[in-house]
């Protein structure tokens, strides 16, 4: 019958869209993931001992044994992760819910906050815009971008489609950029904490140990625009606002 026959194909497309969604929300998730530890490890937030080269949870200790090592290249990168406990902990906890937020297209941007232990002061911001594309419970969210004489609403196009291996790329690509921005942010010069902010839909269902918290953002900050990356379901820009150097 026709009508079943529409049926089902809208069916199938519906299933294969979530599925194309949750690979996407996965690449998505952990590059955030990834670029925590980068920035902390980069920026000096934590000291060089307390991170490690990740290690692909893929191979068992006798897998290591026979490969000679443990340590894999991530984006084609020797990516360096946290093995301070209390970061872990921390960073499992978010990306875990993040993870769920994703996949339901929940999430708007995730910022990274460095800031300085001793005045409070805010002193670099890293932010990630999310945008999500080919959801028809979503609508897209405006880009804004501001200059010093002009405010300027686009609405972002949706990205073209890219293999798994283009995607890596351009994470990688950005990966290099986050790591060459030692040459530009003004260095932390007094011991330094970070928080994660992570921007919700107001109808996400928050977990009890969650709070509010204001946009924690850079006084007198300058902004420099870093690369974007696609995937077929979402695109992440991304920014640094730091504090000039007195």
């Given at each position: ?5 529409l049926?089902?194909g809208s069916?199938d ?6 599925l194309a969604l949750k690979g996407s929300?996965?690449t ?6 990834f ?8 920026r000096?937030?934590?000291p060089?001992?307390?991170?490690t080269t990740?290690?692909?949870p893929?191979?068992s200790?006798g897998q ?5 090592t443990p340590?894999?290249?991530?984006y ?12 872990k902990a921390?960073m499992?906890?978010?990306m875990?819910q993040?993870?769920?937020w ?10 990274i906050v460095?800031t300085?232990?001793e005045t ?5 911001r890293w932010?990630?815009?999310?945008n ?6 979503k609508s897209?969210?405006p880009?804004t971008?501001?200059?010093?004489n002009q405010?300027?609403t686009?609405?972002p196009?949706?990205?073209?489609e890219?293999?798994?291996?283009e ?5 990688q690509?950005l ?12 260095m932390?010069?007094?011991p330094c904490t970070f ?5 919700a839909?107001a109808d996400?269902?928050?977990?009890l ?6 946009a ?5 900050g300058?902004k420099v625009?870093?690369r ?6 979402h695109r992440?820009d991304?920014?640094v606002?730091y504090?000039?150097?007195?």
């Open positions: 019958m026709p009508s079943a026959a049926s089902t069916s497309r519906s299933k294969l869209h979530k929300s996965k998505i998730v952990e590059f955030f993931d670029a925590c530890n980068t920035i902390l490890f980069q000096g937030v934590y060089p001992e307390d991170f990740y290690e692909s893929k191979f200790p290591w044994r026979a490969h000679g340590h894999v290249k991530k084609g990168l020797n990516m360096m992760t946290s093995c301070d406990d209390q970061v921390y499992k906890k978010i875990s993040l993870s769920k994703m996949q339901k297209s929940k999430i708007s941007k995730l910022v460095v300085d232990k409070g002061e805010h002193v670099e932010q990630f815009d999310v999500i594309f080919n959801d028809p419970t897209p969210k880009r971008t501001t200059t010093p405010e300027n686009a609405t196009a949706p990205p073209t890219k293999s798994e291996a995607i890596q790329q351009d994470i690509s990966f290099r950029q986050i790591t060459a921005s030692v040459t530009f942010l003004p932390l010069s007094s928080n994660v902010l992570v921007y839909d996400s269902e928050v977990p140990e969650w709070g509010d918290s204001d924690k953002e850079v006084k007198n300058e625009v870093l974007s990356f696609s995937t077929g379901n992440v991304t920014a606002s504090r000039l150097a007195e």
